[in-house]
Structure formats: structure tokens, C-alpha cells
């Protein structure tokens, strides 16, 4: 069982540094991050997203940042990346903005303010005559090289298309068209955000602050990142026992800090997506085996599953149980819209 706290300020309080930085891997630069925590009101952040149809916790990492930002009260602006899509062969534009508005809305469904949220399509801004010319004043000053290195990691095994190096000066340039204080994504967006800040002042504009969320490890290995061309990812397409499954089978060790590479995605998940969203998790318990344990922080439940406190299965149960809850608006949305 868990209680929600979507609508108010979670388990990390009321302070605007702490909101906006909570559960960051990086802040490029963290001086500049920490002056526009000082001021946060009316400051605007974005996310950009190729529709895909269904959100999955990929998604819903950055949009629980996006839920803190407007928390310490920032305006959010969301980018439907229409044109970045057809680019990436995602398909024709009237497929693609019919994924884009599933996508809205379930984003509103998942708990971002609607009032307080401007939704985009990159259409209505990147074929317009100014935004060309300034695309092709940043290729004349690009290297084709430093464009592929930028795209490297997003693009995957990909053979090489023009449009692959297209794509992150188009990413560089949303930043300045959309009028924005500061720049998010997961840490796989690090090369084109670093793009950004070198080639965006080359056109006379300003170098914008950046935050970079983690990734979640890989549910079944530990190893590598969660995805959702490879291997087992959490989505709002998932029923309560589909969810149930994936995350019984998680890999989940005894420890925060397993040895090598491998991550614990079961942890990784407590502390990216539950306690950001919940205010107190329990877990429910036999009286046999100690009956139930309630955590208002990640770390109570981290230190009690290393110390062999809270078993594997039972922090499992509980994890399933608070996913399940925060997709279900989500769920019910897709249904709808079906």
C-alpha cells in the first residue's frame, strides 16, 4: 500500500534547490542550476519527446523532474517532436501526431499540471523560415563528426543517415525557439545538450543551464539501461499483472551496491519513481514474518534491504503495488482513447 502525494510535494518537502535537483545525475552547470533555483517562479523548462504511443518509465523519469520543476514553480513546456520523428523514420506526420496527442495525454493523466504545462508540436515552429536559416548557420558551423558524436548514443546500431546528424542541431536550436531557462533529459541526451551550450552563443544566443536524469538499469540483468526496443520495460500498456511479473522476475540483490557494473533497477525504481510521487511506502507483511514496514525515504529501504530487514519479494510486492498505482490513470486513458 502507499500514499499518493502526486498533488503535493512528496517526500522532499517544499524547498525549490531541492525539488529541482532531487534525483539528478548531473546539472550542466550546477552554479547556473542553483541561481535559477534562487528565482524559480516563471522560469521555463522543457522536455522533448518522439511520440511513440505509450509512455514507459523511460518517460516517466523525466516527467516526475517536470513534476517537480512545476512543484518549485517552474512552467513546464512539453515538445511533441513531430519533425524529429519523421526524421527518425517514425512514420508519416498525421501517424505521428496522432501518437503525439495518446502521448499528451497520458503525460496529463500521469500528473502534470495541466494549467501549468504548454504542449508543442515541433512542426508549429521548425519549418518556418527563421528556424531553417539558423539550422543552416549551425551546420556551416558543425563538424560532421562532432553532429554524429552528439547523436551517437541515441541513435543506437543505426546505419548513419543525414538526418541523423540534422537531428541534434535541431534539438540545439528548440532550446533557444522555445524560449527556455533551462534544458532537461536523461543523461543520454548529454552530447546534445553540450552541443548546445557550444554552438548556440556561435548564433548570438544564450548558453542555457541543463539537468540530466539517471537511467534505470536493465529489470532483468542490472546491467546496461531499461528499454523498450530490448529487453523488459514498464509501460502504461501493462495490466496490474503483466507489472506484477516484470517486477517479481526484477533483479533485485540484497545490496544497493551490487559488485561491477550491475545496478539494482528494484532500488533504482523506489527512488526515481516511487518516493518522488509518494510520501510513505508500506509494505505489507505477515504478522509471521514481522507484519508491515513503512519507509517515508529511499534510504530506510535501501539500508533495511541491505541489512536483510525487508526481503527482496517483499520490497518487490510493495514496488509492484506502487507502479501500479501511479499508471493506472495512464492505463485507464489508453483505454479510453481505444
Known amino acids: ?73 517552474m512552467e513546464v513546456v512539453v515538445l511533441l517532436a513531430d519533425v524529429h520523428a519523421y526524421l527518425n523514420g517514425k512514420g508519416s506526420f498525421e501517424e505521428i501526431r496522432e501518437t503525439a496527442e495518446r502521448m499528451k495525454a497520458q503525460f496529463l493523466a500521469y500528473g502534470l499540471d495541466e494549467e501549468n504545462t504548454e504542449f508543442v508540436y515541433g512542426s508549429s515552429y521548425q519549418l518556418e523560415e527563421d528556424y531553417g536559416l539558423d539550422l543552416h548557420a549551425l551546420e556551416l558551423e558543425t563538424s560532421l563528426n562532432r553532429a554524429q558524436r552528439a547523436m551517437a548514443e541515441l541513435q543506437g546500431g543505426e546505419t548513419p543517415r543525414v538526418s541523423h546528424v540534422v537531428y541534434p542541431l535541431m534539438q540545439a536550436l528548440d532550446i533557444e525557439y522555445l524560449d527556455l531557462d533551462l534544458a532537461v533529459g536523461g543523461i543520454d541526451q548529454r552530447k546534445v545538450h553540450m552541443l548546445a551550450r557550444e554552438t548556440l552563443p556561435e548564433l548570438g544566443y544564450e548558453a ?14 542490472g546491467e546496461g539501461k531499461m528499454s523498450s526496443s530490448a529487453g523488459v520495460t514498464i509501460s502504461m500498456a501493462d495490466s496490474t499483472e503483466e507489472l506484477e511479473e516484470k517486477v517479481n522476475s526484477a533483479f533485485c540483490p540484497p545490496t ?16 526515481y519513481h516511487v518516493f ?61 482513447l481505444e
Open 276 to 336: 518522488p510521487r509518494f510520501s510513505e511506502v508500506v509494505v505489507e507483511r505477515p504478522e509471521e514474518y514481522g507484519g508491515d514496514l513503512e519507509y517515508g525515504s529511499y534510504e530506510d529501504l535501501a539500508a533495511d534491504l541491505e541489512s536483510g530487514e525487508l526481503h527482496p519479494a517483499d520490497a518487490k510486492g510493495a514496488l509492484a503495488a506502487s507502479l501500479d498505482e501511479l499508471i493506472e490513470p495512464g492505463r485507464a486513458k489508453l483505454r479510453e
Open 1 to 73: 500500500m502507499t500514499t499518493d502525494t502526486a498533488g503535493s510535494e512528496g517526500s522532499s518537502g517544499t524547498d525549490p534547490a531541492e525539488l529541482i535537483t532531487r534525483n539528478v545525475a548531473e546539472a550542466v552547470t550546477s552554479e547556473e542550476v542553483e541561481a535559477l533555483a534562487a528565482d524559480p517562479a516563471g522560469k521555463r523548462a522543457y522536455v522533448g519527446y518522439e511520440p511513440s504511443g505509450v509512455l514507459h518509465v523511460g518517460h516517466l523519469l523525466t516527467a516526475n523532474k517536470l513534476i517537480d520543476l512545476q512543484r518549485a514553480g
Open 208 to 221: 542555457r543551464p541543463c539537468l540530466h536524469t539517471p537511467i534505470v538499469a536493465d529489470l532483468t540483468t
Open 256 to 271: 544497493r551496491d551490487p559488485e561491477g557494473d550491475l545496478e539494482n533497477p528494484v532500488l533504482e525504481l523506489f527512488e
